[in-house]
């Protein structure tokens, strides 16, 4: 080998092992540049004192609602529930159109004069006729002892109120009469414990939308 080529041999092998340490360098920057400790923002969450001095983190967890699988006592019990739930399911959507259309109603009330009040309940109320004339009429007097109660629940305020602020006391007067005929008063509400297998079909019915009637939230569930 001549003197060239191992000077150009050796050039080649320097370079070779200077790439190297480049190379080993790099990574072993790299690695610990990856391996190098992110500083994280502190977690900020709700918290309060105790009496003690120490701080307790507080976690506000999503509503959960669980229900055991309902044992009945017997096969007529049973069927008595599943009676009424197709009784709840068939004036459960009229009890929720009642309460919002009274809404709507009282909203209207306060953008017009009170001297036309009375004629625009009358229209109104033709037009509700109207439209749930049919179902109300095939309704059988359980189903409509178990409106009466929904509408309470729904508006807070009793069918015979409702009919007297209206209509007046003497049509309450006489569609209570009515009512009384079949054995129902419009004067009837509804209450959480002696209707707790109602409410239980409306958890059932509405699900996460659930939520307690604003008259009975200060009190415990069923």
Known sequence: MTRFN????????????????ILGWGTILGTAKAQAPVQSRPMELPAYIDSNGDTIPVAF????????????RSAADKKRFDRLYWNVMKVY??????????????AELQTIPEIQHRTHCKKLEASLKKQYKK???????????????????????????IVREFRGSFQAFM?????????????STYELQEDRDIELI??????QAY?????FQNTTKP
């Open 202 to 207: 409306l958890m059932m019915i509405e699900g």
């Open 175 to 187: 569609w209570q009469s009515l009512a009384l005929l079949f054995g129902s008063s419009l004067k």
């Open 93 to 106: 959507p009229l009890a929720k159109a009642a309460g919002k259309q009274l809404n709507d109603l009282e």
């Open 211 to 215: 939520s307690v009637p604003y008259k």
């Open 135 to 161: 179902q109300l009429m095939d309704l059988t007097v359980t189903q409509g002892r178990i409106l009466i109660k929904l509408v309470d629940r729904e508006t807070a305020r009793t069918s015979y109120s």
């Open 61 to 72: 967890l999503p509503h959960v609602d669980v229900r055991d699988k309902r044992v009945f």
């Open 6 to 21: 191992r000077r150009y041999q050796a050039l080649r092998e320097g370079r070779r092992v200077l790439w190297g340490m």
